[in-house]
């Protein structure tokens, strides 16, 4: 019985062609004698979420319609190592593996494939662990520069762009629910930008005292 395959080929951008994956791998499929169940092209970045030809080929494992799926390169079927591991972990549990133009084989239910899997995902690991080392580390340089990390209590989009208004109401004597319905935000919202401007108006008050002592 034949092997049933469905090719998948992705370019980066909309000026490359999928034409030359596509002919290397339709030669693959006839030389291996693999049965051509259908052919999926797409223009997504690598690091793209929304795959829509990628998601077909899932759902054809799915209903086990496919034995494997066909890939010039590993790198245009996952957009991460991450993403390589979990989709071959999806696609072993309906026996279906990824077989790459060079001849290489992801199929976890072998002990090649399992092997390849695991040094996939020491190398996922190592990448999450760079990223957050590199994360903290551009944290606490901005910290050095006096930046501020985060947003303080109430400081967001909504409030921030209404805060000189909401400030004005509250001089005008209304009330937080008054105020609320007419900027169009919740009343802990309003507290919470009238609380944060009392406290930043009381350090500078705060420091002219200790001063005049």
Same mark, same amino acid.
């Given at each position: 019985?034949?092997? +049933?395959?469905?090719?998948?080929?992705?370019?980066?951008?909309?000026?490359?062609?999928? =034409?030359?994956? !596509?002919?290397?791998? #339709?030669?693959?499929?006839?030389? @291996?004698?693999?049965? /051509?169940?259908?052919?999926?092209?797409?223009?997504?970045?690598?690091?793209?979420?929304?795959?829509?030809?990628?998601?077909?080929? @899932?759902?054809?494992?799915?209903?086990?319609?496919?034995?494997?799926?066909? /890939?010039? =390169? !590993?790198?245009?079927?996952?957009?991460?190592?991450?993403?390589?591991?979990?989709?071959?972990?999806?696609?072993?549990?309906?026996?279906?593996?990824?077989?790459?133009?060079?001849?290489?084989? @992801?199929? !976890?239910?072998?002990?090649?494939?399992?092997?390849?899997?695991?040094? !996939?995902? *020491?190398?996922?690991?190592?990448? +999450? =662990?760079?990223?957050?080392?590199?994360?903290?580390?551009? @944290?606490?340089?901005?910290?050095?520069?006096?930046?501020?990390? *985060? +947003? =303080?209590? *109430?400081?967001?989009?909504?409030?921030?762009?209404?805060?000189?208004?909401?400030? #004005?109401?509250?001089?005008? *004597?209304?009330?937080?629910?008054?105020?609320?319905?007419? $900027?169009?935000?919740?009343?802990?919202? $309003?507290?919470?930008?009238?609380?944060?401007?009392?406290?930043?108006?009381?350090?500078?008050?705060?420091?002219?005292?200790?001063?005049?002592?």
């Amino acid at each position: 019985m034949k092997k +049933r395959v469905a090719i998948y080929t992705r370019v980066s951008t909309k000026d490359q062609s999928c =034409e030359r994956q !596509l002919n290397e791998l #339709r030669e693959l499929a006839r030389r @291996m004698n693999y049965e /051509v169940v259908g052919e999926y092209s797409e223009t997504a970045s690598g690091a793209k979420n929304d795959r829509q030809a990628r998601n077909q080929v @899932m759902k054809l494992a799915q209903k086990k319609a496919i034995d494997a799926v066909l /890939v010039s =390169e !590993l790198s245009r079927w996952g957009r991460s190592t991450a993403d390589l591991i979990s989709t071959l972990e999806t696609l072993e549990s309906r026996n279906v593996s990824v077989i790459a133009q060079s001849g290489m084989q @992801m199929d !976890l239910a072998t002990a090649s494939g399992k092997l390849m899997a695991t040094i !996939l995902s *020491g190398v996922a690991q190592f990448e +999450r =662990e760079l990223l957050i080392e590199r994360t903290l580390s551009g @944290m606490a340089a901005a910290r050095a520069r006096g930046k501020v990390i *985060g +947003r =303080e209590k *109430g400081d967001n989009f909504k409030t921030g762009k209404h805060e000189e208004r909401i400030l #004005r109401l509250k001089e005008e *004597g209304k009330s937080l629910g008054q105020i609320a319905t007419e $900027v169009g935000i919740s009343k802990s919202s $309003v507290k919470n930008v009238i609380d944060r401007h009392k406290t930043q108006t009381a350090k500078p008050e705060a420091a002219r005292e200790l001063v005049a002592a």
